[in-house]
């Protein structure tokens, strides 16, 4: 069995590269034919041993007719179609361009899963860009050489599940070597890189206490490192150490300022809500205790979701509540029938004015962000998998036919992302989808985070 790999991305980012380098020939087609549209190429690669189809969907930029993202819609639709995961390429020196932006949106409405590679990282060159491509909302890139031939260990791992899931490994062998911890640095050049640090963000409605809370945290007890110490109310980012764990606070205040310094009236638009959550790997909602999870926190929280990060809600000004039970009732009571698809939320209250229990809230925050990371083995989500369907199986189809699920395997952590494979995956019902969320949820304690479920065919 095989699985198919396509991949995609604007000109010149290392496409073909990448291509010949995994079919491992040179094809006689290249650069500067003009005129010549090349055709969508197919070829059977290797990486690591790992065996595979891949669809390289260069070459449309050399037609003629259309415009470019018509052309480049026409190719990438085909190509991912037919593919089991895309690698989404960007060149990581040149960082993200308008038009990287436009295939990402396009590549996260569809129901192929997608890995962003970042290419080009060779040397330190690519660091700025590989940092900024987590804007783009695709999680986390694998930073990548095409020309150079590095990063193909953490392309396998990323790959591997696939591989996996098509029977092309020899997995039961291999599982527990696969399912170690991530490591968290997965960089090209470990050896002279320290760790590399959780991305935080604070976000919420004007006023709830941001900036009290983030000149908390950056108090002076706090040993502040990193580029930007002691710069911390124009800094971008600035990093300290909770829990032993090194943390990297975006600043997103900060890079407005930076941004708009001919625009001093800043608001808080919903497009800088989203960079800011992008830029995150766990988002810090702040909540006023005064109007616990009104409808701009619902929206905010229910933006973090959907961009697949994990998220901590801190009620703030707690030392003002005068009836905390009532205000916790109340909150639980929104979660359930507001926030249901990520339940079990990590909740902390707070107050950033007097310090009282921020560090419990940087514990919730290490706390989810390990959920968030959470890789669980195959062989562990199937046996349970099995004994779902065996109590509850999908409803039968019309005619009474029925649908068989097969396979189960995660794809991809941060977040915890799970492919089913199933006879008729366009007829498994949504509330079977859920059910199988919740149950991922229960079973493998991955509360309050986001859970991706994709079903795929065949097989
Ligand atoms: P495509 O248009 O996406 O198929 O891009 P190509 O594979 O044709 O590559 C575009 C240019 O980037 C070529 O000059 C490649 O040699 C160069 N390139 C590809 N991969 C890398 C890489 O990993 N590092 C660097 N520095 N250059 C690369
Ligand atoms: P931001 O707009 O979200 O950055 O909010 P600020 O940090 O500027 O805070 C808005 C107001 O709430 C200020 O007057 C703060 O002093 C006050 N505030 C912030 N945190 C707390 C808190 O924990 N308790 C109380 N009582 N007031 C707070």
């Known amino acids: 069995m095989t699985f198919t790999v396509a991949i995609v991305g604007r000109p010149n980012v290392g496409k073909s590269t990448l291509f010949n380098r995994?079919?491992?020939?040179?094809?006689?087609?290249?650069?500067?034919?003009?005129?010549?549209?090349?055709?969508?190429?197919?070829?059977?690669?290797?990486l690591l041993g790992m065996e595979f189809q891949v669809i390289d969907t260069a070459g449309f930029e050399d037609a003629h007719d259309d415009s470019i993202e018509a052309r480049m819609r026409h190719q990438t639709d085909t190509a991912v179609a037919s593919a089991d995961v895309v690698l989404m390429l960007i060149d990581a020196r040149a960082g993200v361009t308008p038009l990287d932006a436009h295939f990402a949106e396009y590549l996260r409405k569809q129901k192929t899963p997608v890995i962003l590679v970042a290419n080009k990282c060779e040397g330190k060159a690519g660091a700025p860009g590989m940092y900024e491509s987590y804007g783009l909302g695709l999680g986390e890139p694998v930073p990548f050489s095409a020309e150079h031939g590095e990063g193909l260990a953490d392309l396998f791992d990323a790959l591997r599940p696939f591989a996996e899931a098509a029977g092309a490994l020899d997995d039961e062998e291999e599982e527990d070597d696969f399912h170690l911890p991530p490591t968290d640095g997965e960089e090209i050049e470990t050896e002279d890189r320290p760790e590399r640090p959780l991305q935080l963000?604070?976000?919420?409605?004007?006023?709830?206490?941001?900036?009290?809370?983030?000149?908390?945290?950056?108090?002076?007890?706090?040993?502040?490192?990193?580029p930007e110490a002691g710069l911390t109310r124009d800094a971008v980012s600035v990093e300290w150490e909770h829990g032993g764990r090194r943390i990297r606070l975006v600043d997103t205040a900060g890079l407005r300022r930076r941004a708009n310094?001919?625009?001093?009236?800043?608001?808080?638009?919903?497009?800088?809500?989203?960079?800011?959550?992008?830029?995150?790997?766990?988002?810090?909602?702040v909540l006023d205790c005064a109007a616990i999870l009104d409808k701009q926190d619902l929206t905010i929280a229910r933006m973090v979701v959907e961009e697949g990060r994990s998220l901590v809600?801190?009620?703030?000004?707690?030392?003002?509540?005068?009836?905390?039970?009532?205000?916790?009732?109340r909150l639980s009571d929104r979660l359930e029938t507001s926030m249901p698809m990520v339940r079990g939320l990590s909740t902390v209250t707070i107050s950033a004015l007097t310090g009282r229990s921020v560090d419990k809230m940087m514990d919730a925050v290490l706390a989810v962000h390990k959920t968030w990371n959470r890789r669980i083995p195959t062989s562990q989500l199937n046996r349970w998998l099995e004994d779902v369907l065996s109590h509850h199986p999908p409803p039968?189809?019309?005619?009474?036919?029925?649908?068989?699920?097969?396979?189960?395997?995660?794809?991809?952590?941060?977040?915890?992302?799970?492919?089913?494979?199933?006879?008729?995956?366009?007829?498994?019902?949504?509330?079977?989808?859920?059910?199988?969320?919740?149950?991922?949820r229960e079973q493998f304690k991955l509360a309050g985070v986001p859970i991706r479920l994709y079903v795929r065919g065949g097989r």
């Open 313 to 329: 809600l801190a009620i703030n000004k707690w030392d003002m509540v005068e009836k905390p039970q009532e205000a916790l009732q």
């Open 22 to 46: 995994l079919v491992g020939r040179r094809l006689a087609i290249v650069h500067d034919m003009p005129g010549v549209t090349r055709d969508r190429r197919e070829g059977a690669a290797t």
């Open 201 to 226: 963000v604070i976000v919420g409605r004007p006023n709830v206490g941001k900036s009290t809370l983030v000149n908390r945290l950056l108090g002076e007890d706090r040993m502040l490192t990193g």
């Open 396 to 440: 039968a189809l019309p005619g009474g036919r029925r649908l068989k699920i097969r396979y189960m395997t995660q794809v991809k952590a941060r977040p915890p992302t799970f492919v089913i494979f199933a006879s008729k995956p366009e007829e498994l019902p949504e509330s079977y989808n859920r059910y199988l969320i919740n149950g991922l």
């Open 261 to 285: 310094i001919e625009d001093p009236v800043e608001k808080l638009s919903a497009s800088n809500t989203l960079e800011a959550i992008r830029m995150a790997e766990v988002v810090v909602l």
